[in-house]
């Protein structure tokens, strides 16, 4: 799979979301469908969206013993998703298990990506709370090999860390990276911002776009921008 947009639907109702997606016309983005919307409208969302024509990337972020994911798992392959992911704190063990349970009969899967350390937990966090000693970014580099020892397609981080993570785990290895803003535009609360262009140069694989397009004047000239940005 080449470079590609996914668009962060953060809505939380059906109707917001099908409002949003029916201003595309010409084009099917890549949607990214999170925990809130999921939680709300259920499974019958992502059969709706998928019907639609759209690829999905079900940001649930599992993360339970082996079995549990295991079948949780087989549930979303059957929803024919095309990317989701897990806690790579999870283990080894939970990942490999989570494959397990992605494939299907026929041998296909959708692709499936681990969180490493969420960029909401500080370093500070990390070390006293969770009594995780080593350095941040040592401990998402750890992470991130032991997702690919496992067998998982990638990982999501920062743009300004996709190059290490190619570096340590492959060219192969997918870096799926939010925090994104065009140059002109609003950061947000997003602390460590790049453009979709310094993505791309970057080495980014997927970027992950939500408010520069959902909350755009013109949404579908966001993603325009975007994708000639990004993929070129
Ligand atoms: O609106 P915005 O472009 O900031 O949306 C980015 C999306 O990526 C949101 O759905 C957010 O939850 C998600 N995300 C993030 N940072 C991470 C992991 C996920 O912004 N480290």
């Known amino acids: 799979m080449g470079r590609d947009v996914i668009i962060a639907c953060d809505f939380n109702s059906k ?3 099908i409002a949003f997606l029916g201003k595309f016309k010409d084009e099917k983005p890549f949607v990214k469908i999170g925990m809130e ?3 709300a409208e259920g499974p019958e969302i992502v059969r709706t969206i998928k019907g ?3 690829k999905i990337f079900l940001d649930l972020k599992l993360h339970d013993i082996p079995n549990t994911v295991k079948k949780a798992m087989a549930v979303l392959s059957g929803l024919d998703v095309d990317m989701c992911n897990v806690h790579a704190a999870g283990t080894r063990g939970m990942m490999q298990a989570a494959i397990e ?3 299907r009969a026929d041998g296909t899967r959708p692709l499936l990506i681990a969180v490493t350390q ?5 370093e500070e966090v990390m070390q006293k709370e969770l009594w995780i000693e080593k350095p941040i970014d040592e401990t998402v580099m750890h992470y991130a090999k032991n997702t690919m020892e496992a067998g998982l ?5 920062s743009p300004l860390e996709a190059g290490k993570v190619h570096e340590v785990c492959g060219e192969k290895f997918l870096t799926i990276t939010p925090g994104v803003r065009f140059a002109d535009g609003d950061v947000g609360d997003q602390k460590r911002v790049t453009t979709p262009a310094k993505a791309r140069e970057l080495g980014s694989d997927y970027i992950v ?3 520069p397009i959902t909350q755009a004047e013109d949404p579908v000239a966001a993603y325009r921008r975007c994708v000639e940005e990004f993929v070129g």
């Open 15 to 17: 109707e917001e979301v």
């Open 37 to 39: 919307l999921f939680y």
């Open 52 to 54: 639609m024509g759209h």
């Open 101 to 103: 349970g992605l494939t």
């Open 118 to 122: 969420l960029t909401s937990t500080s």
């Open 153 to 157: 397609d990638g990982v999501v981080c």
């Open 209 to 211: 776009v939500g408010r």
